[in-house]
């Protein structure tokens, strides 16, 4: 059974073996193909990764994200367009279906033109809100680049992401160097809701705040956000673990801003790191990295002398069980083992509309290999039998969902499980009792049969 | 209506040989009769297991069959109660699979392959020839007239009252469990009589078979300690009963102990113990008696008798303080409601709700026993004159019988036997008396009168066995009476010919209806729906519906249920109860955490089919308020007027409950706008129909009866479902952020 | 039996008034006769409201006379095997009041042998009575035992089967 969910995992490892895990068509939709040029670097570095680019604009007629039925892209990028929808063949309705048929989007805004109402309605489901008007640009008088935009402090210059909390791994800000900027500039910051699938990537710092410069140029009384409530990037994960990024600047990801030099507000001179942070927002966008893995789960009866049989559909009540777990993580082009970050910890429930176990799930050296790592735990099922499911539930931002459902039946004792009475030594005086009565019985109609003949006579006699 | 060719036969072949042969060929012919009256359903429709718990049954049979005795034993069931599992095993009375289970190999091994469906059918009528047949043997005991017992055979036979629960078909614990009653009672009485330890052994052991059939045994239980109370308290302890009851309870005790499901019941449960209480008092009386037969003194007798009465007065204390003090169980709720009708209503809505469980309409004796329900008076009347021991059971047994056939209809049955011995012996009597042929001469009343006086004599018994004896002399009051019975015993066959066919042979799971050019309709809609929840969903699909059809889901469609008819967990067809009667939010919550894959709904509105969920929607109501009362509420389904109405006057909650969405979902689509209409509860609904958003429409049956929703996963990127599907509908959110209110913020 | 008979009437007396149980002993037949003199002590007390002692005493010591007198041998044996039967079934009571009823399908059993096989043996002992001939018609002592055999047979079957 083992072996064989094993070979199922490395044939499917073996069939996608390109640079993402669920495909390599990316779509590129620009306002004018010829504008491909601005973000030159940043798309050469997909495509060095592998990804074969298709470019098309928004009122292209051959537009489409789905062909007969089925996905006809994996990833889209959506650049910011002067257009205020984006036509018929990107509409919400279209976009929520890409997403909910595992497609990824990564999508860029920018504070020069206003965003489409198609992006609006589509951010509205996912609970992500922007500005009123479709308008906003986020400004911090404390952090910009001194060196392009000294007047209109419109170019945000921040330290590079690091985890929201300390138990999430940090995805985006590893590979910076430690006189590394991220550069922001011109950019749209949004507020997320507060649903457990919106993680924000990058927040604005806590002096910044998002104004409409069409508007608000002069006075400014409303304030959509400020401070770390304005996501300037963010990352969304469906349950499905499609995956959609959104970056409040699209002019970040241009090669202007790659390996840019800027001066902070202290006048020191700082290198970007937008292209790295590009690298890892499209990277996690589209798959290559934080993708988990299930390679196979196995239950089996712990008991001595039983025959341990791989995934039993049933078990009695009380039985000793173990339950083991391979995962796998993607980064980059490889699988590996999944290590559970530190401050977390994976749990298996063994539950029947609640849980009735929740255990820590533990490595299992034995089973584990530079691939794969098994996570296992042994229990006693509990005294109630039932239908119950072995559940692994981990999600974790920026992680594959994994929603691991096993489903098995726990029966009673069987009425010859349940110990004999010989066993029992509280029921020795009443076995003893069965035995004395029947023995009794035995010696009594011996005793009778003996006393037969005497007793016709005496009762010939008496009649007589 | 056999009666008469016997006698005159009878007369012509006097030999007893010639009688017996005669005896066996209509016995025969009444078993044929018995047989062939109860296969009109098969004839009308086909060959199916009828209604629900013969479903059960059906799907047990079959696992004993495919797994062995032992596995059926253990046998744990993850495919009812979801997710709770069921100990079937434990659980069911195993004496119908295991009386089928045994023909079906005992054919095998005689090399005749019979399907296993078709035993199953066939059974209940099979037994019924024997249950005749033990009937014949009951009423022999009571009475010498050898034409009482084919009578009360024949009735037996084509009675209504018990063929409403042996049809072909109606594979149900009751199909056995009625021969093993009067078969039962045919051996108590026998052992009665005789005194004779082996027959009460047998007793015993037919007792256990009926125990391991049936939950009526608790009938029998309660029964036989009866009579011998009432025996006792008419003085007329003898030794005789003193052997046939404690050898029947002694042995029939321990040997219901080997059900699992019954277990310790028999000495745990206020059921069992005037069974106990009476073998105890035996003890006593039988050890005075026996001390009195050696020493006599009258002032010593009367202590004697005190002192039983006094150790009756504190065994029956003792078992107070034990029920009170929890060490016996106290009654069943079901026990409850036979003592007082309305217990249950108030605290078992679960008991309530099934029809079988209401008080008998008066109507439903007539038409269940038609003339036997007047002779039965007379037969009772008959066996006071006479008042032996078993005549005495027989007039128990009527008070008992009848009284707990007017508490609850499907008890019926268990009056039916008595029914049918009593008439047998009343119409016996009148033939007795009308068919001879010959005239009594007064020299022959002289003798009689002789002989009466002597043995009245010697006997001194009661007074009624000194009646005269009354002849009929006149050929035409003989002729008059003998042709009205003859016309009034061919009107019985009659009707229940009429009620057989007519009212018990529908299988309920196929209704039939009569076109306008009176050609039959096969209406099919719940094998359709059955069908299609078996070849299109995943094995292990969960499908909740009230649990009335939980056992034809498990059966037909073989889908794991929720909850089905072996209602042996309130809590959680409260559950299911709540999911239907509650708001979408509400349910959705529910059906989730019991993994329920689809819903299904019975509606008749189109059809005007009564028997439907919204017809019975109150009733998951009261369930479902039982449990929680502060969330489910009976009275808001109601309208401020107190009406239970469906169309626009409904109450709001009435029309935001999931039951009603379900019923009433898409339905106006069928019809003109704003002629949408319920033919059932004949209501015009409103124009403008409800909306589902936390289900998907899967399927619905040709006429509408079934319908099986899917339930939604969650949303994919989070949005409830009521969002979500406003965004399927086209309408966009709109402007969430210009809402009033503080905005909420995001803490992370 | 003419002198055991007289040692016994003058045994009885004592064990009513003392209510300890009459140190008869011996030969079999004596051993049988001390299964009603048990029962009787403890109903004597509770007979004293209705009459004076010495009463009871002489009713007491009519009873074991006629016993003594009117009991075939069988009976007697019949008798030795109830009181056997009596307290076995005593002894399983009081163990399972003083150590528990833990395996209660072992005490149901255990316990419902012996009141089971009381029952039969009773039924037998009334069966094959003399006096009571009358009452049973059709049951021969012969058959009796047969019966007796049988319904014994599946009594065992039972409770050992119970007693898993």
Known sequence: ?464 | MSAEPLQALANVGKGESTRTLLRVVILFLIAGAAVASRLFSVIRFESIIHEFDPWFNFRATKYLVANGFYSFWDWFDDRTWHPLGRVTGGTLYPGLMVTSGAIYHALRALTIPVDIRNICVLLAPAFSGLTAYATYLLTNEMTPSPSAGLLAAVFMGIAPGYISRSVAGSYDNEAISIFLLVFTFYLWIKALKLGSMLWGALCALFYGYMVASWGGYAFITCLLPLHSFVLICMGRYSTRLYVAYTTWYALGTLASMQIPFVGFLPVKTSEHMPALGIFGFLQLLAFLDYVRSAIPGRQFQTFLWLFAGGTFGIGLAGLVIATSAGVIAPWGGRFYSLWDTSYAKIHIPIIASVSEHQPTAWPAFFFDLNMLIWLFPAGVYLCFQQLADEHVFIVVYALFGSYFAGVMVRLMLTLTPVVCVAAAIAVSNVFDAYLIVKSPSTEDRQVEDVSEAVAKKAKSGLKSTSKPVVGVYSLISKGAVVSAMTVYLLLFVLHCTWVTSNAYSSPSVVLASKLADGSQHIIDDYREAYQWLRQNTKDDAKIMSWWDYGYQIGGMADRPTLVDNNTWNNTHIATVGKAMSSKEEVSYPIMRQHEVDYVLVVFGGLLGYSGDDINKFLWMVRIAEGIWPEEVNERAFFTPRGEYRVDAEASQVMKDSLMYKMSYYNYNNLFPPGQAQDRVRGARLPEVGPTLDVLDEAFTSENWIIRIYKVKDLDNVGRDHAAASAFERGLKKKKVMKKRGPRVLRVD | MAPKHRNNRDVTPSAATSTASPSVSGTAPGATTSAVPVAKPIKAPAAATASSKQDWNSVVTNLINHYQDATPQRTKLIDAFMAFLVVAGALQFLYCVLAGNYPFNAFLSGFSATVGQFVLCASLRIQTTEANKSDFPAVSPERAFADFVVCSLILHFFCVNFIN
């Open chain 1, 1 to 464: 059974m083992r072996s064989l969910l094993l070979f199922f995992a490395l044939l499917w490892v073996t069939a996608v073996s390109a640079i993402s895990t669920t495909g390599d068509r990316l779509l590129v939709v620009l306002d004018d193909v010829a504008d491909k040029a601005t973000y030159s670097k940043f798309l050469g570095d997909l495509e060095s990764r592998g990804f074969k680019l298709s470019y098309e604009t928004p009122k292209s007629e051959s537009l489409s994200l789905f062909r007969l039925g089925e996905r006809a892209y994996d990833h889209v990028i959506l650049f910011p367009s002067r257009a205020k929808g984006l036509g018929p063949n990107l509409t919400p309705n279209v976009l929520l279906q890409f997403i909910n048929a595992n497609g990824n989007i990564l999508l860029t805004l920018s504070s020069a033109s206003s965003t489409p109402s198609s992006v609006i309605s589509l951010l509205a489901e996912i609970d992500i809100q922007l500005p009123a008007d479709r308008t906003g640009l986020v400004v911090d008088h404390f952090n910009y680049d001194a060196a392009s935009a000294a007047d209109k402090h419109d170019v945000l210059l921040l330290p590079p992401p690091s985890s929201i909390r300390a138990d999430i791994k940090d995805f985006f800000g590893v590979g910076a160097g430690a006189n590394e900027v991220l550069a922001f500039p011109r950019g749209v910051g949004a507020t997320l809701g507060s649903g457990e699938l919106l993680t924000p990537i990058v927040r604005a710092p806590a002096t910044a705040y998002s104004y409409n410069p069409k508007e608000q140029a002069e006075v400014l009384d409303d304030v959509f956000a400020a401070g770390s409530q304005l996501a300037l990037a963010a990352a969304f994960q469906a349950r499905n673990s499609a995956r959609f990024a959104l970056v409040g600047s699209a002019e970040m990801l241009s090669d202007t801003w790659f390996d840019a030099e800027v001066k902070t507000v202290g006048g020191k001179a700082a290198k970007t790191y937008n292209r790295e942070f590009a690298k890892r927002v499209s990277g996690w966008a589209f798959q290559e990295i934080g993708v988990l893995r299930v390679n196979w789960i196995e239950h089996h009866l712990n008991e001595v002398g039983a025959t341990n049989e791989s995934n039993p559909g049933i078990y009695r009540i009380k039985n000793d069980v173990t339950y083991t777990i391979s995962l796998s993580e993607y980064s980059w082009s490889t699988w590996s083992a999944f290590s559970v970050p530190a401050n977390d910890a994976l749990q298996l429930e063994f539950s029947m509309l609640s849980p009735f176990h929740r255990l820590p799930l533990v490595l299992d050296p034995a089973h584990s290999n530079p691939e794969a790592a098994a996570y296992t735990a042994s229990f006693k099922l509990p005294d109630q039998h039932g239908i119950f499911n072995f559940k692994v539930n981990y999600k974790r931002p920026f992680f594959t969902n994994l929603e691991e459902k096993n489903t098995v039946s726990v029966r009673h004792m069987a009425h010859d499980e349940w110990p004999r009475s010989y066993v029992i030594s509280g029921a020795w005086p009443w076995i003893a009792g069965i035995f004395a009565t029947v023995t009794g019985w035995l010696a009594f109609c011996a005793l009778w049969m003996y006393s037969a003949p005497t007793d016709k006579k005496k009762v010939i006699k008496k009649t007589q």
